[in-house]
């Protein structure tokens, strides 16, 4: 998994690509998460569109990011999940832990 930033509507986007798989890239991502929130960045969407696969690392890696940047003071939206990971998330209930949009761009407006 690789990964790449960009800000939308005073957001900030982290796209996402390959399999999220947790393990070395969880770290990588948790450090970015603690930067932004020194740099006052506190509103987060996770670009899932370009995930085709992800296990239970990879959402473990997904619950520390949201529980990082609540306790923050901020939220983080995800967006753009595959039909797959869209089961995954409701099968795990995790639904309810995280708000869900079809674009990285609706998911920026929304705050």
Not at 54 to 65: A, K, P, R, T
Not at 82 to 89: C, E, Q
Not at 90 to 102: D, P
């Amino acid at each position: 998994m690789k990964f790449s930033t960009k800000e939308i509507a005073g957001c900030t986007v982290i796209k996402l690509e390959g399999n999220v798989l947790g393990g070395p890239d969880a770290a990588e991502l948790n450090n970015s998460l603690h930067k932004l929130v020194e740099a006052k960045k506190k509103k987060i969407v996770i670009d899932l569109s370009d995930v085709p696969f992800m296990n239970s690392s990879g959402l473990g890696m997904l619950i520390g990011s949201v529980t990082t940047m609540r306790n923050a003071g901020g939220d983080l939206k995800l967006a753009g999940a595959s039909a797959k990971i869209k089961n995954i998330l409701s099968v795990t209930k995790l639904l309810n832990v995280f708000e869900l949009y079809a674009t990285a761009k609706e998911a920026a407006e929304s705050f």
